[in-house]
């Protein structure tokens, strides 16, 4: 079997989505991933379509368990499963495949999404206080690096929350004009 991997970081998992389904357009079928190591096996050109959500559990938990179960009963295949983050496949020739066909539950996606990136970024923020609190007590040249690095995660995990959130409030405005 021929194998391709390809290290990408993703803040975005709506673009992350889009990628390994134009992979699999290319006949390159997502078959693993461990946060930014992606394998492909080599298939047929639009075989599978791939999903990705952030579950409202972590994988291991009964809900989730039940959840992926359910999914299963439909030939939905999970590919990988990272904390709730959870990518599937299932063959094109299926029909279409949609995990989020209403409103409510593309509202709930977002918030979800938006929460994790914003208490991400706020981690970053306790770290980048870390680090200045460290210069304070001993200067080092040498610590700015770690400084500008916290701080440049903390920003991009900042700006993907802000982005989920804004779709959340769109979604939610949205919703409310229908009623």
């Known amino acids: 079997m021929v194998r391709k991997y390809s290290l990408r970081f993703f803040l975005d998992f709506e673009k992350e989505e889009a990628w390994y389904n134009k992979m699999a357009q290319k006949g390159w079928m ?3 991933y461990f946060f930014i190591v992606y394998r492909f096996a080599k ?3 639009e075989e599978y379509i791939y999903r990705e959500e952030l579950l409202p559990h972590l994988t291991g938990s009964s809900e989730s368990h039940a959840y992926l179960d359910f999914l299963k009963s439909a030939d939905v295949e999970v590919v990988a499963r990272w904390g709730a983050w959870v990518i599937y496949r299932r063959k094109a020739s299926d029909g279409v495949f949609e995990l ?4 409510d539950s593309r509202i709930a996606l977002y918030q979800r999404a938006s929460r ?4 991400s970024c706020a981690v970053e923020l306790a770290a980048v206080l870390m680090v200045i609190l460290a210069l304070f007590m ?5 610590k700015l690096f770690p400084l500008a690095v916290v701080s440049l995660a903390g920003l991009a995990l900042f700006l993907a929350g802000w ?5 959340h409030h769109h979604l939610v405005k949205e919703r409310q004009l229908l009623e």
């Open 138 to 142: 001993e200067p080092s040249w040498l």
């Open 116 to 119: 994790l990136f914003l208490l």
């Open 100 to 103: 989020y066909t209403d409103t």
């Open 30 to 32: 997502l078959d693993g």
């Open 43 to 45: 298939g047929e050109p």
């Open 163 to 167: 982005r989920f959130r804004k779709k």
